[in-house]
């Protein structure tokens, strides 16, 4: 079956400062990845995803992620955060042709500090 | 992108009543529906998974008949909590998949239904 590990639970960052939520993965066959970010009370607003392709992945909001395939990661990033980055960003891996269900990590509360 | 919508956004109930949240995918069709529910601050966890026509099939440890899901069209699924009790206040999140090779179709979410079970 497939997982998500998000190691932190929270991120703090300085406006302006590179964001990074990091994200590894665990399944049985190819991963599509995807980030999903979610502000209080709402829903799963869509960042980005991988497939594949490029390596690199480039998203909503200034946000791209960077699949690498030999660590097992696809961590988020943000060259220069925003206090409105503040929010819950969650990191989820579906299988091709497996069961097709999205698997989500924990969640990381990123919160930028102005 | 594609919309979800779910009705209502909140919803403040008595225990022992039951409560139905509608999801819809308004601009295009959804073969299949997943429910999710998210304590605070938690990530979310299926609950169900339903495609239109069928009935659900539910993830271990969900009471098929506590909460019931119907998937009537290919744009409208409803879960209904029966006998809601405190212990099920929760933001439930719906999210619709559009068709696709291999059953990979984009997958959207709604904007989530607070429930609160007084």
């Known amino acids: 079956a497939q997982s998500v590990a998000q190691p932190e639970d929270q991120v703090n960052v300085a406006e302006g400062n590179p964001l990074t939520v990091k994200c590894t993965y665990s399944?049985?066959?190819?991963?599509?990845l995807f980030w999903y970010v979610q502000y209080p009370n709402r829903g799963l607003q869509f960042l980005l995803k991988y497939i594949t392709g490029d390596n690199l992945v480039k998203g909503s909001y200034g946000f791209e992620a960077e699949f690498n395939k030999s660590q097992t990661s696809f961590h988020l990033k943000k060259p220069s955060a925003l206090v409105s980055d503040s929010a819950l960003y969650f990191c989820?891996?579906?299988?091709?042709?497996?069961?097709?269900?999205?698997?989500f990590g924990k969640g990381n509360q990123v919160v930028v500090i102005p | 992108g594609a919309v979800v919508s779910q009705h209502p956004s909140r919803v403040i109930c008595k225990s022992g009543t039951s409560v139905k949240i509608e999801c819809r995918s308004l601009d295009f069709q959804a073969t299949t529906m997943f429910w999710y529910r998210q304590f605070p601050k938690k990530s979310l966890m299926l609950m169900a998974t339903?495609?239109?026509?069928?009935?659900?099939?539910?993830e271990q440890g969900v009471e098929k008949d506590k909460f019931l899901i119907n998937h009537a069209s290919l744009t409208l699924s409803t879960l209904t909590v029966t006998s809601a009790h405190p212990e099920d206040s929760s933001f439930y999140i719906c999210?619709?998949?559009?068709?696709?090779?291999?059953?990979?179709?984009?997958?959207?979410f709604g904007p989530g239904t607070r429930l609160t079970v007084l």
């Open positions: 989820a891996v579906r299988v091709r042709y497996g069961n097709n269900r999205l698997a």
């Open positions: 399944v049985s066959g190819n991963p599509y």
């Open positions: 339903s495609n239109e026509g069928s009935k659900a099939t539910y």
């Open positions: 999210s619709a998949r559009t068709r696709g090779l291999a059953g990979m179709g984009e997958q959207f």
